[in-house]
Each structure stands twice: as C-alpha cells, then as structure tokens.
C-alpha cells in the first residue's frame, strides 16, 4: 500500500512514566549477545509475556488494561503498555508506545478519503509498517520487563482479520511469548446462542493465532461466569440448552457443541471485573502457565518453523546452482540469453508462492536482522496489504 | 407470493459492497429485477444504484458528530436506531417491492452487531414476518484463508454470526482473482475431511488432535460451513453464487412465466 504524500509515521516516541517505579531501580544491564542471526536459539534469560487483549466492542478491553496496569504496579512487577487503537479519545492509563503518537486517524480519514472504519484500519497498517522498530524497542528493555501488555482497535475485526494485525501478533509471537486475551462480556453473554457464538469466534482466534488462548470473563461484578462454567464443563447441559434457545437440528447443536466441549479444554479462563479488580491475582497465574506453555509449545514450533524454512532455502539454493551449472554445461560456453525469473519457476515450482511472498516482503522489511523474521511471517500469514 | 433476499454480511473489506454492485449488474445484464438496500450506516460511496438507503434515515457521520461517540457506539446507535424505526420508516420503503421482488442488503462488517446486539437478528425475524425468504451469504476475503488453520478460523468466524441469525447461510471466498495460484484453495472448497484433519494436526501443537477431530467431522457433516469461490470479474462466477443463494431461498421455484420472457421470433431454447 502506498504511503504516497502522507508524512511518515514519526519515530517512535515513548513514555517513560508508565513503567513501574521497581524497573527504575534495577541496574540498565548490558545487552547480552544473542548470536549472528540475531535470534536466540536457547533463552538465556526470561522474556517477558506479551499479553494481546482482544474482544468485541464494548467487552471492556481498555478498562481492563487500565486494571492490569494496575495490578502490575501494586505487585511490585515490572511491566510495559502499549495501545494499538488509533481512535480512541482518552486512555485512563499511561501508555509506552501509543499509535496515537505515531498516527493521527482523522488526519488519515481526511488524507486518504475514508469513514471512521477505514481509518482505523489505514491508520493500523501505517503503524504495521514500522511495527519492527516496535519490537525492537521492546527487546532492548526485555531484560527489565516481566509483561508487555498490549491494547487493541475497538472493532474486533480490524485487528482479528486484518494483515496488519496479523503482522503485529506474529511480529510478538516470534519474538516472545505470547497469550491472546479474548475478552468475553459476560453479562451479553448469558443466552445459550450468544455464548456459543462468542466461543465459536475465540476458537476461531486460537486456530489463527496459534497462540494460548486466555479467556477472561469480564464485568463478573455485573453478572457472575458461574453459568458459564457450567456450559464449559457440561457438554449435555450445554447442549439442551442451546437446543431450547434456537431452532438448530440436534444433529447440528451437538456437533458445534462438541467443537466447543474440545475447545474449553484447550484454553485457560478467568473471571475478572476491571472494574473492582476482582480476578487480577488469578488473572496472572494463568498467565504465566499460558507464558509457560507457549514455551513448551509454541517456541519449540516455532524453532522447528525455522529450521524447516532454513532447510528448504538451502535446498532450494542448490538446486538453483545445479540449474545453473546444467545450462551452462548445456551452452557449451556460448552467450545464451537465460529468462531466467521463468525458467526458475517452472522447476521450483512448489516455490512459487514463497518466492512472490518473499518479493513482497522485501517492500516492507527494512532491517535485514529481521528479514528472517519477516519472511517467516509473511509466509505464514500470507501477507498482504 | 414470497419476497427474497440475500443479507450480504461479513468482515469490513471482505468485498460486500464490491459484490452487491457486480450482482446488480450481471442480473442487469441478464435482465433480472434486483433491487440493492444499504443497511450500513458507515458507507460511503455507491458505485450503483441503491433503492433503499439506512443513511436517508440515520448516518454514522450525524451520529458522531452529533452525539459525540465514536465509531463503535456510532454504528450501535445508528442499528438500534433503525430498529426502532423498522415497523414505519422501513415498512414503507419496503411496501414499493410487490411480489416476487428480489432485494439484496449491504450489511455492515462489524461482527458485534450479530453476536451481541439483538438488532440484526430481529431485523431478519421481521422480513421473516413480511414473507421474506432470506439467505445469509458471509463474504470471506480468499487473501485469508492462506492456509488450514486459517480456513477453519474462517469458518468458525461465519459460524459465529450464523447460529445468530438461523438462517439459510452461504459462504463466499471473494477475491479469488487476486490469488496468485488457486489450486491451494481447492482443498478448502471441497473439502476432504481426512487431508484436512491430516493437515490441521501438523499445523497445530499435539494437544489438539481431540479439537481437530470435532472440526473436521463438523466440516464433513455439514456443508453450511462449506465456501464458494467468487471472482467478481467472471460473469459466470457470479452466476455461480447466485445460483446457490437462489437455491437456499428456493427463489424461481414459485416463479410463473411472465409474458416478457417469451420471444416468439427469437429461439426460445425449446419447442413450444
């Protein structure tokens, strides 16, 4: 997507005074060397959670960050806060890196001739552009941080199914672990058809992401989860009850409640109110075990990912060389205008999409210690603008 | 007589607009009466013609600046606006479409208007009420679904807002001319309920064997999960989308030969 006339998002700007009062205090270590690829192969020190708040508007996900900072400060842990909504008016917290700062929404309404949703959206992928420098930031204060929490757009869909947003989370989730909060607003979500689709989007979620799902039941000081955890254990009451709220064929409810029965097993789950801090203590727990398994699971993934991609470039380059030593040997020496961007295709022709994906993705990575990284994420997330 | 329509709904960007235009103009082309509502208060700019506007009604744009909200509570009030307002000021608007009229609605993308907020769905029980048949089609963004598990993500989010609205549901990959190789996408519109429970368990960690199974018996049981491919730029792909929705709301079954339709010098396909 062109920026075309429209300044560059300025640096990144950040603020110093949200960070807890203890990180101050603890001695600037010295960056530790992580190795010529720039990426640790073995974590030789603990790397903060990245916790990336997700839910539908009006679930409550800004009140509860206001929460989570917070808590983060009372017990005396060490943590760093970003917002990712561009259209929000006032934050009750102090944020470290703010899109706002970064991006002016109304200014990209007006420059690029959209209504509020689509600036919203362009304002998210102009921030995405710059998002490694983000990262970057983040990975020179990792040493002092124990939680990176992270705020998102209003709308849920402009970050859920977005290829900014997908860049965003995967530029996080390579780099540390990282848990997607689901916000759930329990009070909207007491019939049995609501919740199921609510739990049916969060597991639709965890299958993009591939990241440990948190499911945190919010506003329980309005209406209480119990009902909830009552359907999540319950597959048979579950299903009555959904079979008495909708005109569903049984066949239907017991195949999507079965879906969901598999689903809860899969996840963690918590109800807070981020209005009278109830939860928070729980919250964290289950954070850290989700930080835990990311370790255990994703990292390992993610490492095999790599390795697999590192595996098949070499391949691929020698196969590349082989092609080349082959039509040499085959001009016997004589000038042959090679077309060669065809001739590759046509033998790589599994390639094809990594190498048009890989063209793209030269646009937008600047830093070559990311390329890795990049390439990797862009495969993945197939991603366009 | 029954009424027909189609709620076009899915993520913003998805193609929704871009799909209601091209539809007004193939049932143009082949001269069928169709007629496209806008029920999104956030839209902009209609490349086509529109009989039925929400925002002669109510617009984001008054509503924020108006009441100072943002756009999410903008788009809330504008919705449950509306539906206050269906039983006057959408009645009338919709009293101009006589029998076996086909209208197509523009929805807005945002999927808290079909989990949370009642207001879609009431909308659809009183076009129900009206003698409506009505069919979702969810428009997918095929630039998406790059890979299984965000097929099954796809799905899940379209089963997300179908168990809401319990009605006929057809999925639509749109933007298939944008791939830069469809064969991919084959195995995920027809799919294969062991290749992609094969493919889902390499994908994701071990411990979602159990979860992958239930996905894929759900996929193999019911074809509402089901996507069709649409490139907006073949009229035959399109002919191919309308098919199936007419199919899901039964639409030419009740049809009786109109006069125009005969053409006594032309060849009419068949002897009469």
């Known amino acids: ?385 | 007589m029954p009424r027909y329509a189609q709620l076009v709904i899915g993520p913003a960007g998805s193609g929704k607009s871009t799909y209601c235009q091209n539809v007004y103009q193939h049932c143009q082309s082949i001269k069928r009466t169709v007629h496209v509502v806008n029920l999104d208060p956030a839209a902009d700019h209609f490349e086509y013609p529109v009989s039925v506007d929400i925002r002669e009604l109510i617009s984001l744009e008054d509503v924020m600046e108006e009441l100072k909200l943002g756009p999410n509570g903008g788009l809330i009030y504008c919705m449950e606006y509306l539906e206050e307002n269906l039983e006057d000021w959408f009645s009338e608007q919709m009293e101009d479409y006589i029998d076996d009229d086909y209208l197509i609605f523009d929805c807005p993308g945002q999927i808290e208007l079909y989990s949370h907020i009642p207001v879609l769905r009431t909308f659809v029980d009183q076009l129900k009420r009206w003698d409506f048949n009505v069919c979702a089609v969810y428009m997918l963004d095929s630039q998406f679904v790059s890979d299984v598990t965000k097929y099954i993500s796809g799905c899940m989010a379209s089963l997300s807002a179908m168990v809401q609205l319990e009605l006929p549901h057809i999925n639509v990959l749109s933007k298939i001319d944008l791939l830069p190789s469809k064969r991919d996408l084959d195995k995920f519109l027809d799919p294969d309920a062991r290749l992609l429970l094969g493919d889902l368990n390499q994908q994701m960690a071990p411990r979602f064997a159990r979860l992958n199974q239930a996905l894929a018996e759900l996929v193999d049981d019911y074809s509402m999960v089901n996507f069709l491919p649409l490139d907006i730029t073949d009229e035959d792909s399109i002919q191919f989308v309308l098919s199936h929705i007419d199919n899901a709301i039964q639409y030419g079954e009740d049809a009786e030969p109109k006069a125009r339709d005969h053409d006594p010098d032309g060849d009419d396909g068949g002897g009469f």
Request: net charge negative.
């Open chain 1, 1 to 385: 997507m062109e920026i075309g006339d429209f300044q560059a998002p300025s640096p990144m700007q950040e603020s110093e005074n949200a960070v807890s009062e203890s990180s101050k205090n603890s001695s600037e270590g010295s960056a530790e060397p992580f190795g010529s690829s720039g990426r640790p192969t073995v974590i030789a020190r603990k790397k903060p959670i990245v916790v990336i708040v997700i839910g539908m508007a009006g679930s409550g996900k800004t009140t509860l960050m206001h929460r989570l900072v917070a808590h983060v400060q009372t017990a005396r842990k060490r943590g760093y806060v970003l917002n990712l909504d561009p259209a929000v008016t006032s934050l009750p917290y102090t944020a470290n890196i703010d899109i706002r700062d970064t991006v002016n929404y109304k200014n990209v309404m007006k420059e690029y001739h959209l209504g509020p949703n689509g600036g919203i959206l362009t304002s998210l992928n102009l921030f995405a552009t710059k998002f490694d420098e983000v990262v970057n930031l983040v990975e020179r204060r990792e040493g002092e941080l124990d939680y990176v929490l992270v705020d998102t757009p209003g709308q849920i869909e402009i970050f859920t199914w977005s290829a900014s947003g997908s860049i965003i989370t995967e530029a996080f989730a390579s780099t540390f672990p990282t848990v997607v909060c689901y916000v759930v607003d329990t009070p909207r979500s007491l019939s049995p058809v609501t919740f199921m689709s609510n739990m049916l989007y969060a597991c639709g979620i965890l299958y993009k992401t591939r990241l440990p799902l948190l499911l945190a039941f919010n506003k329980v000081d309005v209406a209480q989860h119990q009902f909830a955890l009552e359907w999540m254990d319950d597959f048979e009451a579950f299903q009555a009850a959904v079979e008495n709220d909708s005109s569903y064929s049984s066949g239907l409810s017991r195949s999507l409640c079965l879906v969901l029965d598999e689903f809860y097993r899969n996840l963690r789950n918590v109800g807070v109110s981020a209005v009278t801090g109830v939860g928070m203590v729980d919250f964290f727990a289950k954070l850290d075990e989700s930080g835990t398994e990311y370790m255990q699971t994703y990292w390992v993934e993610l490492e095999r990912r790599r390795a697999e991609k590192e595996l098949r470039d070499t391949e691929r380059q020698q196969a590349n060389l082989a092609a080349l030593q082959r039509d040499l040997a085959e001009s016997n020496g004589q000038k042959v205008v090679l077309s060669t961007t065809r001739q590759m295709e046509e033998r790589n022709t599994e390639e094809e999409e990594v190498e048009e994906e890989e063209e793209e993705e030269e646009e937008y990575s600047e830093n070559d210690l990311d390329e890795e990284e990049s390439t990797e994420m862009f495969r993945e997330m197939g991603g366009r603008l």
